[in-house]
């Protein structure tokens, strides 16, 4: 049997991943990256827009600080966010841009001078100050009251991954690719690493190490229609709830974007909305405005996309062959602009849809995106439950993002959760509670049931066949668990996806090889992916309310009375057919910012009895604060900065904000 | 709105996929050609047809596919005796007969999947394709160093590469010279030299390319310009980069 010790063992190659990498690596401890493919090759480089971070460089952004960065995220989340965390996360991600610049992130930057721009359908001139100049710029995303998103035209995860990739090669970060962790070896209490196949020879290896860190990216390919690479299934997440120790949090929040291009589903960023593009409908007609009168198309993605499909049922669709939709029209932004600043947009209009962006509209429909949910951990990225597992990036739920994320902040999260989780996992690693000792016999036990397990698959003679099981799965959940939803079609997932779960149990290959065999991956990889989507499923089908991305036909009320709390999902018994459902509630009493509307969106919720208690509380604090400045009275309301690793406390200067 | 809506699809083509079979791994493999027919779909790219034969067809047909949306270069192949991305090449653009086989200069992993991050890793390694900086750890408390908006753009445009290794595939010296860093390699150093953030000059760079398995190595068949996914300046930056290094070698 082989065995690979290392300090850190990062399970997943995109940008999280090898952020808590490097950082553990610069820390000193060695670290081992696992990764399904070349790690430039993860979905991280997939991001288009850009990452939010609040440097106010540009005219538009400035007043912007981590005070609106904060606020703004948390009503994104409607609610849902651990808000300790979100302030861990606003106070870095500018620290993040200015590490990724250091590395040699090409930031697009700012331009002094006037300079035309389409705001809300209208070309206004705006002058951007001489002392911005050559700065880092910002562009305009839905959910947020100031131009944030920090951007490289419209590849910044490919510019971000490629830097960050870069970075880990000159640190000398080993990363094994194409190699798939099958199971966490852990005793219930201490994870210790994992069993790891090799996708090329298929020889199992047991890597040992002090911390396991998950960063395998979202479930997104568990629906049939998604944004989602190939790879992001969900798998990571599978892993620590195959421990039956460790939960997955809130799995029922699933982001669905407004603008995947029709049919395919593939991305075209926000950024095309953010930069002035609008949506139409089949008769050519600018609908959000009626919807959506302050945000227009610049709504949060749930919120927009609902109103789509809102709009769609209506009768208001465009129709083509494939089925309806409606159009993204960014003909107004001009050629130079489409050719400048959307160009991966222009180049995925051109060969996907044969389509000229600066000519035509594109076709547009929503289409599964993210997954709020994930590995629950503490703010360190540690699994409260099991020791010495760590998780980072979309893989976590740390937990920023609440029931929906704001575009921009997701591949933001990613460098940031690598950075402050990367420090914790090296602190980990120099206490006590780091060492090592692992009895052999675990290791040796581990390794055996998984052999065991392939071998079932390949030689078992099972009868279902899993890419037909696969594909089942993913249409009941993008029909049954989509974007509106109802307790019979959620009360149908559950049970279709359980029975699917059962069959999945005798699935049998065509193919015999323990080599590179597409089939057999399929096979394990659908067996943990149909336990994820029964969290989704059941998740949704238990939360008898609607909160961000999470929309209940049946009960349209966000209520805060009852369902102010953290779906916990955990799966102890391998032979169940759902998971035990637990919730964790989130303290208004602690919160900076009490529950309120969203200022998009439903207006209408029913309030927690702890929130104008809260309200008036904050109300008085803040008279007798008067004059203090603002990280002063933030840090009496909810003090948060204790919970950042050192390196990462402070302010961030801005232009018109200067460190002494 | 009807400007977008295709015209009403005739009856479909039916398509015949040549394909490379080979496991190296295997002894007993012994590469050929596969033959598979399938019908073609409207907007059917070679993700949706090579998916198509393996869930119907055949289970065991190995092939790379990840962001499927030509961002992330892992689907690069040769198609129709042309290296290009699989993934957004559409069936329409192609004849009925249609082959397809793995990229040549990399080590294959099975059929249509070869082991480009193994050789982007080295050719990274041995180029230290990363920003050499001054300070180690910047202070992220205070603002950014300033850059002019041009040269990030300029910059950027380099940096567009996906490391499909389409270039390499498609290059006579690569075919040649197994150390050749090809234009991926070549076109990296071209956008660190422009990068100021970088400090070495061109005599480091001189080290590290200024020979034949290096800028000097290049034929001008300039086959790297033509293939390129993302439509690099390719012929430009090579023969920018070897004028700058020739100078160098005459000092």
Same mark, same amino acid.
């Given at each position: ?598 200022? =998009? ?38 003090? =948060? ?20 | ?32 050609? /596969? ?92 180029? /230290? ?14 603002? /950014? ?17 996906? /490391? ?88």
């Amino acid at each position: 049997m082989k065995i690979i010790y290392t300090d850190v063992l990062v399970i997943g190659g995109g940008l999280a991943g090898l952020r808590v990498a490097i950082g553990a690596r610069r820390r000193g401890h060695d670290a081992i990256v696992l990764s399904l493919v070349p790690p430039k090759r993860s979905h991280s480089a997939a991001a288009q827009g850009g990452m939010q971070a609040s440097l106010a460089n540009v005219v538009k952004g400035q007043g912007d600080n981590e005070d609106v960065h904060f606020e703004d995220t948390v009503k994104g989340s409607d609610w849902g966010a651990d808000q300790q965390v979100v302030r861990m996360f606003v106070n870095t991600a500018p620290k993040a841009v200015r590490e990724l610049a250091a590395w040699g992130v090409p930031w697009s930057r700012v331009r002094q001078g006037d300079r035309e721009v389409i705001i809300n359908g209208q070309k206004v001139t705006i002058t951007e100050r001489a002392e911005a100049h050559g700065l880092v710029a910002q562009r305009d995303f839905g959910g947020t009251k100031k131009w944030r998103t920090c951007y490289v035209s419209d590849g910044t995860g490919h510019a971000m991954l490629f830097a960050v990739g870069d970075q880990a090669i000159a640190q000398g970060v080993p990363v094994h690719e194409r190699k798939e962790a099958l199971a966490l070896i852990h005793d219930g209490s201490r994870c210790y690493g994992a069993v790891v196949r090799d996708l090329i020879t298929g020889e199992l290896t047991a890597y040992v190490a002090k911390a396991t860190a998950i960063a395998t990216g979202g479930a997104g390919r568990v629906y049939r229609v998604t944004t989602n690479a190939v790879i992001c299934e969900g798998i990571g997440a599978a892993l620590a709830l195959e421990t039956g120790v460790a939960a997955l949090g809130n799995m029922e929040a699933v982001q669905f974007h407004p603008t995947g291009i029709f049919p395919a589903g593939i991305l075209v960023t926000e950024g095309c909305r953010g930069d002035g593009g609008l949506l139409r409908d089949g008769a050519g007609h600018r609908f959000m405005p009626d919807y959506e009168p302050e945000k227009k198309e610049l709504a949060s993605r749930d919120v927009v996309s609902r109103r789509m499909e809102e709009h769609i049922r209506k009768g208001h669709a465009a129709k083509s062959r494939f089925g309806e939709h409606l159009w993204l029209d960014i003909k107004l932004l001009g050629r130079r602009h489409i050719e400048h600043n959307l160009r991966e947009v222009k180049e995925i209009c051109h060969y996907f849809l044969g389509v000229d962006p600066a000519e035509q509209w594109i076709p547009v429909r929503p289409a599964q995106h993210y997954t709020m949910g994930g590995v629950r951990t503490k703010h360190t990225g540690e699994s409260p439950t099991l020791r010495g597992l760590f998780a980072a990036g979309e893989a976590a739920c740390w937990d920023m993002h609440g029931f929906n994320r704001l575009g921009g902040n997701s591949v933001a999260e990613t460098v940031v959760a690598g950075m402050i989780v990367g420090e914790f996992i090296a602190d980990f690693c120099e206490s006590p509670a780091g060492d090592l000792d692992i009895p052999t016999a675990l290791i040796r036990e581990a390794v055996a049931a998984e052999r065991a397990r392939l071998d079932v698959l390949l030689h078992g003679g099972g009868a279902e066949r899993a890419d037909a099981l696969k594909i089942e799965m993913q249409q009941i959940m993008t029909d049954k668990v989509g974007i509106f939803r109802t307790g019979a079609d959620l009360e149908e997932a559950v049970t279709r996806l359980q029975g699917l779960l059962v069959r999945s149990r005798s699935i049998g290959l065509r193919h015999h090889a323990d080599g590179p065999n597409p089939e057999l991956v399929t096979a394990y990889r659908t067996q943990k992916m149909l336990k994820v989507a029964l969290c989704i499923a059941n998740g949704a089908l238990t939360r008898t309310e609607s909160r961000g991305a999470h929309f209940r036909e049946d009960f349209p009320r966000r209520d805060d009375a009852t369902w102010l709390k953290r779906t916990l999902a955990t799966w102890a018994d391998p032979s169940a057919t759902l998971p035990s459902l637990s919730y964790e509630p989130l303290e208004i009493s602690a919160m900076e910012l009490p529950p309120g509307w969203r200022g =998009y969106g439903a207006k209408d919720y029913l309030e927690h009895p702890d929130t104008p208690r809260r309200v008036e509380e904050l109300q008085r604090l803040r008279e007798r604060l008067q004059g203090a400045d603002r990280h002063r009275v933030q840090a009496e309301i909810m003090p =948060y900065e204790h919970l950042l690793p050192e390196r990462f406390r402070g302010l961030n200067e801005r232009i018109d904000e200067r460190l002494p | 709105m009807t400007e977008n809506t295709p015209a009403p699809a005739a009856a479909p083509r039916k398509l015949r996929f040549h394909v490379l079979r080979h496991d190296p791994r295997d002894p007993e493999s012994v590469a050929h050609t /596969e033959v598979f027919d399938l019908e073609e779909a409207a907007g059917m790219t070679l993700f949706i047809a090579l998916n198509e034969i393996r869930e119907q067809l055949d289970s065991s047909l190995a092939f790379d596919f990840v962001c499927r949306a030509g961002i992330c270069g892992s689907c690069g192949m040769v198609i129709n005796g042309r290296p290009g991305l699989a993934c957004r090449t559409l069936t329409q653009d192609l004849p009925a007969d249609i082959t397809l086989a793995p990229l040549p200069a990399f080590e294959l992993i099975a059929d249509l999947s070869v082991n480009t991050g193994k050789w982007m890793r080295g050719m990274s390694e041995r180029l /230290e394709t990363w920003a050499h900086t001054v300070e180690q750890d910047p202070d992220l408390h205070r603002i /950014e160093a300033t850059m002019d908006p041009d040269l990030a753009d300029r910059i950027y445009e380099l940096d567009r590469c996906i /490391e499909c290794g389409c270039c390499v595939a498609a290059c006579g010296t690569a075919r040649m010279r197994e150390d050749f860093v090809g234009a991926v390699g070549l076109n990296k150093i071209a956008r660190f030299a422009l990068d100021p953030r970088d400090t070495r000059t061109d005599e480091d760079f001189y080290e590290l390319v200024g020979n034949d398995d290096g800028v000097f190595g290049c034929m001008t068949l300039l086959g790297c310009h033509d293939v390129c996914p993302k439509s690099l300046p390719l012929q430009t930056q090579i023969a920018f980069l070897r004028r700058r290094m020739a100078r160098m070698a005459l000092g």
